[in-house]
Structures are given as structure tokens and as C-alpha cells.
């Protein structure tokens, strides 16, 4: 990891390349995953199961490509009791905090008996991606499916790559849990292409959500206008600002609790005291030689994770509103105090005992964050992300009277003669 102070050498030059990372990656991959999306919507199944061969190392049928509730039984019976209940009790934590976001429809009447509202509505089918290459992830089934399911959802359907035919079986085990309807063995940009598209086997979704690789990513870009999606996830980034007091043990292994997660995963420490950032560091070197993902965190640490020693915490603020990180910790004497400064952040974290990994399982918020800057405009993932809307309007008639001159009066100011006909026929002439 670098150590660079605010105003030296580096500083400024790190923080330019941090918010940069990722973005030709996209650029790079769009022309295979424009044809295999292209494969997808002309020859449905058969490419499918094509692709899913040639790139996940199986011979599915169309019937296999489907989980069966046989190997979903099998699934079951793999975990233990404990893994169960703790998928179990994470469920229900999700579940009771997405219950809070739920909307409801609302209209209301005006003196002259006009009434106006909105009809909130879920939306009827979701496909949710969920990835299986380099690690298996249960957590993503729930963050992904229960707030889909709480909205409303009417058919909520999971794709995961299967290497060699091999799905996790606790994925299998989160997807039951969580009442996912299908669940189909295939991975990549034809998964995306088939939720997109619709296949005989695979039926065309309303919207698709999850996380995946630089080739789900794109595909989702791609696909997007033919169906909906939720964002285009980039690598894990955790940012942490330390006023040099608590453990310099916690900070290192919430910082590593980041970087394992990929190379381009993002560790940042923005810290008032040079001393403090120093102990941090030495606690990051030890801990890292225990961790089994320790080539993916050296990466990643090596790349995108720094220790930036800031003149007080007003800077520290400002760096992080700038960043608008996925992951911020508040890692100081009283967090509360800051907390009305940060402006930009996906989830934030108060105090030494909210690691951010609590976050990912059992807290209860969505653990699908914006990245990349995007908190600037962006949410995390939530109930209302499957509800779509519907504006309501029922003119009396004296509402029609008294908004007619005045609809008319701007259809005029932009020359559509249509529209102010239109409202003009209700008057008599």
C-alpha cells in the first residue's frame, strides 16, 4: 500500500487514478459481447447451450440447463444445520428492513372533485444474476431476491454460471430460502442476453439485477432499454476515516476485508495522524499473510489501496464526498458528528464495532451498492427499485375549466394545434 500526505508528491496524482480504475475495461469487451448477445437473440436455446459449453466446460440440454428441485433437495441436505440458520436469520433481518421501503399507492381531491395520484405497481418478472466463478455467493441471492420478492414480484428467476455443471449448494440453498422461482445453470453475457431477450426455455424478464464480471457488466449496459436493469457494478471499494484513535488491527482487517475481493477492488484509510496510518500499515502486512486470497489482496492493495495522511477531518470529509465511496466507516471518536457532513456514500458504517462485512450478510440494508462515484446519484438496491409507477388523473368538471386556458395557453407557446384541440373539444368549441 501507498502512504502519501495531502499536498505531497503523488496525493492528488492517486486520487485522479482511483476514480479512473475500470473505465477502459468496458471498451475492451464490447465487441465479444456485442456478438455473443447477438447469438442469443437470434438463435435462443441453441446458443445457450452453445456458449455455455464453450465457456463453462458442460454439455447442457435444454432440460439440464434448468435446476431441478431434486438438486435443489440434494443442496439442502449438503449444508449443515448452522449454515442453514444462518441463511435463515439473515433472510429474515433483509426481509424486515426491505418491509420499511414498501410504497403504497395515494391519491387525493381537490376542492373541485379533480383527483389526482399514483398507482404503485411491482413489476412483474425479475431475473436476478448471480455470480460463480472465483468464489460462490449466497449473501448475493438474498440482497438481490428478497426485495424483489417484498415489492411484490410476481416471478423472480436466478442465472449463475456452473463450471463443469457445478452449481454452489449454497447458492441452491439461498435461492430456495429467499423463494426463487427458476434457476438456470448459465453464466456470462448470454445469461444476460437470454433474460433480455427471452428464450423458449429462459422467458423474458422486466428487469435484471446483480452483479457480475466486465462481460455481465457490459452486457447489461447493452441490453439496457430492452429491459431494465439496476446499475453497472464496478469493483468493491471500502473508504475509512480515522482520527488516529481505536485499533489499528480492526482498520487493517476491514481494509483487507475489501481488497480480497478482487484486483481492482479499492482500500482506502484517510487518517489525521501520520503515526496511527503507520500502525495500520504494519497491522495490513501481517494479516495478510493469513489470508487465503492473499494474490488477489496484494493486487489489489499494491493498485488501488492507499494510507492518505489528511490535515484534519473537514479535508478527510471532502476527499470522500469527492469519491462518493460504496463502503464508508466512520472510524472516530463520535461518528455522529460527521455523519450530517457526508453527502456522498453508499453505505455508511458509524464507530469501531459496524465492520463493513456485517453489512454484506446480516445487518439488514442491501448489500448491492453504487460504486465507482456513482453514490453521487445513486442508491443502494431496494424495494422500490421493483415497484414502477402509474400517474393518476380524473378532471371534474370544473377542474377541466379552470386548467383548460392554461393547457392550451402552452400548447400554443409550442405550436402543437393537436393538443390544444384536444382539450379545446371538451370546451363546446
Sequence with gaps: MQLLVSGKKGFSRFLKRLSQRGEAGFHQVEGPVRKILDQVKEHRDSALLRLTKKYDGWSPSVKTLKVSPGEIQKALKTLSREEIKALESATERIERFHTLQMQKSWSFAEEDGTILGQIVRPMERVGIY????????????????????????????????APKGYLSPAVLAAAR??????????????????????TKTIPKMDKIVGPGNIYVATAKRMVFGEVSIDSIAGPSEILIISD????????????????????????????????????????VSTQLTELPRRKIAE??????????????????????NDLAPEHLELAVRNPWTLLDKIENAGAIFLGPISP?????????????????????????????????RSSLICLSPAGLKKLSPVAMSLARMENLEGHRRSIQERQGG
Design 356 to 388: 463493513e462485512p456485517i453489512g454484506d450478510y446480516v445487518a439488514g440494508p442491501n448489500h448491492v451498492l453504487p460504486t465507482g462515484g456513482t453514490a453521487r446519484f445513486s442508491s443502494p438496491l431496494g424495494v422500490y427499485d421493483f415497484l414502477k
Design 244 to 283: 488516529g484513535r481505536g485499533a489499528p488491527s480492526y482498520i487493517a482487517a476491514d481494509l483487507l476485508s475489501q481488497a480480497e475481493h478482487d484486483e481492482q477492488a479499492a482500500a482506502i484509510l484517510l487518517c489525521t495522524s501520520r503515526n496511527f496510518a503507520k500502525e495500520v500499515y504494519k497491522e
Design 177 to 198: 430460502i429467499a423463494r426463487v422461482d427458476e434457476i438456470f445453470k448459465i453464466g456470462g453475457a448470454q445469461a444476460i442476453g437470454a433474460m433480455a431477450y427471452g
Design 130 to 161: 448471480v455470480p460463480g466463478g472465483k468464489a460462490s455467493y449466497p449473501s448475493s441471492v438474498l440482497m438481490n431476491a428478497i426485495p424483489a420478492r417484498v415489492a411484490g414480484v410476481r416471478k423472480i428467476i436466478m442465472a449463475c454460471p
Design 299 to 320: 493486487r489489489s492493495l499494491n493498485d488501488f489501496g492507499a494510507l492518505l495522511i489528511v490535515k484534519n477531518l473537514s479535508e478527510a470529509v471532502r476527499i470522500s
